[in-house]
């Protein structure tokens, strides 16, 4: 895989949701899956570069396991309890997994490529790979990576009745990584992602609810993984926090699960 540099991180639950005053009339009708991931992309942008990419040279790479979940149980709501005559177009609109993307793109004057990709096993990881592949091949110039998840009561229980414990289901949230070019100042002042290497093999389909034996390796220690977006909230804090500590040098990051592994090296 090429390498790149990132620009920014941000990560952020449903708690810290605070929607810019000028996007909330915009996203009055939109739910808490898709406010989640716009509250963090903007803080995302924010906090990169302006580095005057035209919105045709600017790419989105959304990914997610189970997507806006609830709001589709709420449009099904609608269409038992009201008819197909009256169940909700709104709701119907943003059930779908790339209706985020789509008000990524419009609000953020994003014309490049737009992609969702949905996987149970690391729909982040997955869509930072295919954002490197594009800046390489030169299609883009900068690439937001995004993934987020919705917090769904009935995964929870379908959770707790497989491991026959209080299980909880990930809380709403969202991770944004801005990906850019590698340039001779980048490569002094930016942390530059060298390698992903995933792999991936069959497994059962109720381990990627649970994550039963998902752990990550930093530096050496093991660090076990209990719910579905933890390990982006891991890696995004694991390299914060190197990044604020001014080390220079390598950083290798391993998670590994039933279902595959994934390897990072990442340079500062």
């Known amino acids: 895989m090429p390498a790149v540099a990132i620009s920014s991180l941000q990560a952020l639950t449903q708690q810290q949701l605070d929607l810019p005053a000028d996007y909330r009339k915009k996203l009055r009708r939109a739910d808490e899956f898709t406010k989640t991931i716009i509250n963090c992309t903007y803080l995302g942008l924010n906090s990169a570069p302006q580095l005057g990419i035209v919105p045709e040279k600017i790419g989105l790479f959304l990914g997610t396991s189970f997507g806006p979940l609830e709001t589709n149980f709420h449009f099904l709501d609608s269409l038992l309890e009201d008819g197909e005559g009256q169940a909700s177009p709104t709701l ?19 014309n490049g490529p737009a992609i969702t990709i949905s996987s149970y096993a690391w729909p982040f990881l997955a869509v930072l790979e295919q954002a490197a592949l594009m800046l390489h091949s030169g299609i883009i110039d900068r690439a937001i990576a995004v993934s987020g998840e919705m917090y769904s009561p009935l995964l929870e229980h379908a959770g707790q009745q497989l491991e026959k414990s209080s299980y909880k289901f990930c809380k709403t949230g969202a991770v944004t990584w801005i990906l850019d070019k590698i340039t001779e100042k980048k490569k002094e002042n930016n942390i530059i992602i060298n390698k992903i290497a995933i792999s991936y093999k069959p497994c059962n389909v109720a381990t990627f609810l649970t994550r039963k034996g998902e752990e990550c390796i930093v530096e050496n220690e093991n660090i076990k993984i209990s719910e579905l977006l933890s390990y982006a909230y891991l890696l995004t804090d694991q390299i914060q926090k190197k ?19 994934a390897n990072i090296i990442l340079s500062f």
């Open 92 to 110: 119907f609109s943003h059930s779908v997994h790339n209706a985020a993307a789509g008000y990524l793109t419009r609000l953020f004057s994003i």
């Open 243 to 261: 990044r604020s500590s001014g080390d220079k040098g390598e950083f290798k990051w391993c998670v590994k699960a039933p279902f595959g592994q």
